[in-house]
């Protein structure tokens, strides 16, 4: 198996809703990173999540919010965001994101925001 | 710092003519670099990579990079495009921020085929 699963794949929300992202992988990856896609546009890191603690948050703010509970899953929590928050988010796996094991990132299908 | 230069923004080409997309790094080591394909409304995926040895690297569909050291180039080049290649094309190199690895992406190149 050597997918990444990213639910839901459209998702339409107001400025005071609350959702999450979901991402799911079984390949015994142990980093988990969360990537912004506007159009036209290469990807953006967010947050990196290795060994199911955080490791890098990229300034991204605060009405976004991961969480990782256990090594499989990765949530990207939305609340309070705004119109300019719309873009394809990317969930990405890798097997580790230190030296020599560092190798590909497996990419989701990827969840297409929009914020109305 | 590391950064990764793709200089078209856009190629066109016609359907069985060969492809060149040019990719510029700037890293202190030896980098770790990749070639990645997204179709519209897709996630990436990884066409070949290069970490160390021979210095041509095959991948999927037919694709193959040549890592020059010289020139701090990894293009990636298809001897004869088909149609289903239209896609965007984003050049990586992964570079280090306090231990902890991270990818860097290119601005992508664009492929139209004409049939």
């Known amino acids: 198996d050597t997918e990444v699963t990213q639910t839901p794949k459209h998702l339409v929300m107001g400025m005071t809703n609350k959702k999450s992202l979901k991402c799911e992988q079984h390949?015994?990856?142990?980093?988990m990173y969360w990537y912004k896609q506007k159009a036209k546009k290469p990807p953006e890191l967010m947050f990196v999540y290795s060994y199911e603690k955080l490791s890098i948050n990229e300034s991204v703010p605060s009405r976004f919010s991961p969480e990782c509970p256990n090594s499989s899953l990765l949530n990207l929590h939305l609340h309070a965001l705004q119109p300019e928050d719309s873009a394809l988010y990317l969930c990405a796996s890798s097997q580790t994101d230190r030296g020599h094991g560092t190798g590909e990132l497996f990419f989701g299908e990827g969840s297409r925001l929009t914020v109305l | 710092a590391q950064s990764v230069t793709q200089p078209d923004i856009h190629i066109t080409v016609s359907e069985g003519a060969s492809l060149e997309l040019r990719c510029n790094y700037s890293y202190g080591a030896t980098p770790y670099l990749f070639w990645y394909v997204q179709s519209p409304g897709q996630g990436l995926q990884l066409l070949l990579k290069?970490?160390?040895?021979?210095?041509l690297v095959q991948g999927i569909k037919g694709f193959e990079a040549e890592f020059k050291r010289s020139q701090s180039s990894f293009n990636l080049r298809k001897p004869s495009v088909h149609w289903s290649d239209a896609a965007e094309y984003f050049c990586?190199?992964?570079?280090?921020?306090?231990?902890?690895?991270?990818?860097?992406f290119g601005t992508g190149t664009r492929l139209k085929v004409l049939a």
């Open positions: 290069y970490f160390s040895g021979d210095t």
């Open positions: 390949m015994g990856h142990r980093a």
């Open positions: 990586a190199v992964v570079g280090t921020t306090s231990g902890t690895y991270k990818y860097i």
